[in-house]
Every structure is written in structure tokens, then in C-alpha cells.
Nanobody
Framework: QVQLVESGGGLVQPGGSLRLSCVAS????????AGWYRQAPGKQRGLVAV???????NYDDSVKGRFTISRNNARNTMYLQMNSLKPEDTAVYYC???????????????????WGQGTQVTVSS
């Protein structure tokens, strides 16, 4: 059973920084795309940033130039460095891995979605 565990959230003042981490535990054969999503109260969950297994990245316009997504494939770990944080960045942040539980799933093109439990980020003075 694959589990994603996030850490690094918390309370920070506007202009501050936080670094989120997400690590996959359990048996996972391979990870393709990985991303961070966020959900603010009363809003739908939306994509913040995504990184492919080759390292290509894409960001929501609201975080470009402030957030940086990265990953360590050997450790099944992903990060989100968040700088110049604003009150509107306040949300629960979720990590997502797309991948395969086993080699048979990989060759059978049976890709799964794995989600973390979420970590709260609050930006407030």
C-alpha cells in the first residue's frame, strides 16, 4: 500500500518562506508526473505546480517566480519551495504522484493516482 506523507506546512508571515516535502512510502514501482495542489476554504482544489519524471516543470500563473517544485526520484520524494508568500497562498496543500504499483501494472499501462493527506499553509501577520 502506497502512502504519501507531506510535511513542512505551518504559519508564516507575508513575504516569508516555507518548504513542503512529500515522500512516498510502501511499494511503488515507478512515478511519472508529480504535483502539488491546494484548496482554500470554499474553493475547489487546483494545481499549483507539476514536475515530470524528466524534470520538466509547469506552474500556475499565481505562483510563477515565487515557488519552485523539485523531486528526488531515487528517494520517491518531491518538494515545493515557497518564497514571497502572500495571504492568498493560504490553503491546504496536497501532493500527488501518478505512477505504477508494480512492474505488471507498468507494462499493463495501469497507472494509479496517489494523494497525500494535506498540510495546512497559513500566511498571516
Amino acid at each position: 500500500q502506497v502512502q504519501l506523507v507531506e510535511s513542512g506546512g505551518g504559519l508564516v508571515q507575508p513575504g516569508g518562506s516555507l518548504r513542503l516535502s512529500c515522500v512516498a512510502s510502501g511499494s511503488i514501482f515507478s512515478i511519472s508526473d508529480a504535483g502539488w495542489y491546494r484548496q482554500a476554504p470554499g474553493k475547489q482544489r487546483g494545481l499549483v505546480a507539476v514536475i515530470t519524471d524528466g524534470g520538466s516543470t509547469n506552474y500556475d500563473d499565481s505562483v510563477k517566480g515565487r515557488f519552485t517544485i523539485s523531486r528526488n526520484n531515487a528517494r520517491n520524494t518531491m518538494y515545493l519551495q515557497m518564497n514571497s508568500l502572500k495571504p492568498e497562498d493560504t490553503a491546504v496543500y496536497y501532493c500527488n504522484f501518478k505512477g505504477w504499483n508494480s512492474e505488471s501494472d507498468y507494462w499493463g499501462h495501469i497507472e494509479s493516482d496517489f494523494w497525500g493527506q494535506g498540510t495546512q499553509v497559513t500566511v498571516s501577520s
